[in-house]
């Protein structure tokens, strides 16, 4: 295999991620494949060591500028620069637990031609938020799951609309991609973030499968303040607007919701044996409070979102209207 060829391409994005990846890429070298890699780092003017530890690393480094920076059109441009066929995405803060992450991802794709991408499963970080750690382990079975649509079956149509969240359901924090079929899709207009999940939509879309592979296994959560939780959560649901048709959550549905993940979370808190009884107590308080803004910001930002997209529509509407007259 000639230096310009490989299996599979490893593309990480990071700023001042030096921390991170000093513990991230030692396991990286490691990691057992049947096949070639490549390491493709993406820095955004990291003020750390994040490029020398790129270097240190073997990756070939590309910079892209602070106010450049997107978070899909520059993974489309990472997977551009990739020379493999299978395009691996790992965020800077998540941590392979071992080393057969990256065999166990790919081969659903090496297996079967018609896997359009796969992902991890994720694990939360010693002291997670329980919130987000019982989200982190809701979202990822210990099962092998395969999603497909068969367009050819009426039924099988309605259920995906019908659940369509858990149908999209996929993550960039760990995944992989057949290039060829990535690298050509459109960006709907507004959409900044959640590139993994629109792309997934797209996959089923053309009749590929998408499979959550349990077996490859990262550490990732994030222990968010109240406003990154609720300006992360808007961000999401004005993205989510760009390329999902459906209605905002109710406010009565919200507060339902609201209150069925609050108990959720507490039996899941309970069941859980790190903590003191006074910290346990403590995020007791907080879980109806994060869970009602998390849904909150969540359905503000698809509202906003959802505006942006009909104003958008109704707008070359009428340049269409004033072109055919």
């Known amino acids: 295999m000639s230096p310009d060829q490989a299996d599979v391409s490893i593309v990480i994005l990071a700023r001042n991620e030096a921390h991170n990846l000093a513990r991230s890429l030692p396991l990286l070298a490691k990691q057992k494949l049947q096949g070639t890699v490549e390491l493709i780092g993406i820095d955004t003017e990291s003020e750390d060591a994040t490029l020398s530890l790129f270097d240190t690393y ?3 480094t ?8 997107h978070h899909v059109h520059t993974r489309l441009f990472a997977i551009n620069q990739a020379r493999a066929p299978l395009v691996v995405f790992l ?7 071992n080393e057969y992450w990256l065999q166990n991802l790919v081969q659903p794709l090496i297996e079967d031609p018609a896997v359009g991408a796969a992902y991890s ?6 002291g997670c938020v329980p919130w987000e750690a019982h989200d982190i382990f809701r979202g990822g079975s210990v099962v092998r799951e395969v999603k497909h649509v068969d367009w050819s079956q009426p039924i099988a149509v309605e259920n995906y609309r019908n659940h369509i969240w858990k149908f999209i359901a996929f993550s960039d924090v760990s995944s992989c991609y057949r290039k060829e079929l990535v690298r050509t899709l459109p960006v709907p207009e507004g959409l900044a973030e959640l590139e993994d999940q629109y792309w997934c939509k797209c996959l089923l879309e053309k009749g590929y499968r998408i499979v959550l592979e349990p077996t ?6 994030h222990n968010d303040s109240i406003r990154r939780l609720y300006r992360r959560q808007q961000t999401y649901g004005r993205c989510f607007a760009a390329f999902v048709d459906v ?5 009565l549905r919200l507060l339902f919701h609201t209150m069925e993940d609050s108990v959720s979370d507490l039996f899941f808190l309970l069941a859980n044996r790190e903590g003191t009884a006074l910290s346990k ?24 979102g959802a505006t942006v997209k009909q104003r958008a529509s ?7 209207t004033e072109q055919s007259v």
């Open 281 to 304: 107590l403590l995020r007791a308080v907080q879980i109806p409070i994060m869970r009602f803004l998390k849904r909150l910001g969540f359905r503000q930002g698809f509202c906003q």
């Open 247 to 251: 209605q905002p959550e109710s406010m």
């Open 314 to 320: 109704l707008t070359r509407s009428q340049e269409n």
């Open 121 to 126: 499963r994720q694990l939360p970080a010693p």
């Open 216 to 221: 490859s296994l990262v550490v990732h959560s």
């Open 58 to 60: 073997g990756a070939r």
């Open 91 to 97: 965020v800077a803060d998540a941590l392979p637990l």
């Open 62 to 69: 590309f910079t892209v500028s602070q106010k450049d920076f």
